[in-house]
T-cell receptor, first 109, second 112 residues
Framework: AQRVTQPEKLLSVFKGAPVELKCNYS??????LFWYVQYSRQRLQLLLR??SRESIKGFTADLNKGETSFHLKKPFAQEEDSAMYYC???????????FGTGTRLTIIP | NAGVTQTPKFQVLKTGQSMTLQCAQD?????MYWYRQDPGMGLRLIYY???????DKGEVPNGYNVSRLNKREFSLRLESAAPSQTSVYFC???????????FGDGTRLSIL
């Protein structure tokens, strides 16, 4: 079965420093991968998906099939980036998203 | 445009009581989902509905039933609540299964 691993439950980064939230998946095919974010007192919302190749709020994520990773990166952290981040995997032809356990990112002023 | 609306936002039940969580979306989406969120476990899919009139089990369906009442509404029922069902429940919808999902605000449910 497919699995998504986010090894860091908590991550603290100083404002202005680079951010990397790790995500690894286990699946031998070609998945679609997403990052969802939940800011304090807000709904879980889509941050980005790998097929769109967009940069949202300064975040990017590259799918590395060799390492089965989809790490989320931002060169300069901002205080408003503090939130819970979830990596999620969707198999083509399958309706179900598989979520990782999430990483709580805290930006230190 | 409300998006996905869940009711109630909070509920406390006693063990053995029954409860229905309501979810409605106004985006004309075909697919709807119910998740539970527990500390350290992320979001786990309980049930989903790919279209009106169809439902399928997710990862953790035991102890729950669902009804896709129409295209807009997808309810989750706990017939006999257990303390292990204490959780935050999220409803989501998407235009179809391979599209990003839109989430509601969640229902915080405590079973005593």
């Amino acid at each position: 079965a497919q699995r998504v691993t986010q090894p860091e439950k908590l991550l603290s980064v100083f404002k202005g420093a680079p951010v990397e939230l790790k995500c690894n998946y286990s699946y031998s095919g070609s998945p679609e991968l997403f990052w969802y974010v939940q800011y304090s007192r807000q709904r879980l919302q889509l941050l980005l998906r790998h097929i769109s190749r967009e940069s949202i709020k300064g975040f990017t994520a590259d799918l590395n099939k060799g390492e089965t990773s989809f790490h989320l990166k931002k060169p300069f952290a901002q205080e408003e980036d503090s939130a819970m981040y979830y990596c999620a995997l969707l198999l083509f032809g399958n309706e179900k998203l598989t979520f990782g356990t999430g990483t709580r990112l805290t930006i230190i002023p | 445009n409300a998006g996905v609306t869940q009711t109630p936002k909070f509920q406390v039940l006693k063990t053995g009581q029954s409860m229905t969580l309501q979810c409605a979306q106004d985006m004309n989406h075909n697919s709807m989902y119910w998740y539970r969120q527990d500390p350290g476990m992320g979001l786990r899919l309980i049930y989903y509905s790919a279209s009106e009139g169809t439902t399928d089990k997710g990862e953790v369906p035991n102890g729950y039933n669902v009804s896709r009442l129409n295209k807009r509404e997808f309810s989750l029922r706990l017939e006999s609540a257990a303390p292990s069902q204490t959780s935050v429940y999220f409803c989501a919808s998407s235009p179809r299964g391979d599209q990003p999902q839109h989430f509601g605000d969640g229902t915080r449910l405590s079973i005593l």
